[in-house]
Nanobody, 127 residues
């Protein structure tokens, strides 16, 4: 059974950086497309980024392009989300999940429902 565990959240000042990790167990990460989502207080969950299983293809939602970088280390069964130039509007609980395929709809969670959700890691950005 696939299990994903997020870590790396915290409290950071606006303009700062954090690196989130999503570590998989129960499966070879090589075969999975991993997506990061976030949910801010009082708002709907939104897709942030995802990374392909083989060629490292990446997708970013517009609001994080140029600031966030997703990467994977299959040897460590971990996907990372490097977040730079953080803004207060990035404050949210960040989750990773598996999605069926790359592509905007899948990465934003509009395709088949993402699966194997982690428990989330909280990111708070203060100004």
């Amino acid at each position: 059974q696939v299990q994903l565990v997020e870590s790396g959240g915290g409290l950071v000042q606006s303009g700062g950086s954090l690196r989130l990790s999503c570590t998989a167990s129960g499966v070879f990460l090589d075969y999975l497309v991993i997506a990061w989502f976030r949910q801010a207080p009082g708002k709907e969950r939104e897709g942030v980024s995802c990374i392909g299983s083989t060629d490292g293809e990446t997708f970013y939602t517009d609001s994080v392009k140029g600031r966030f970088t997703i990467s994977r280390d299959n040897s460590k069964s971990t996907v990372y989300l490097q977040m730079n130039s953080l803004k207060p509007e990035d404050t949210a609980v960040y989750y990773c999940a598996t999605v069926k395929s790359m592509g905007k709809d899948y990465c934003l969670g509009y395709g088949p429902a993402p699966r194997n959700w982690g428990q989330g890691t909280k990111v708070t950005v203060y100004s």
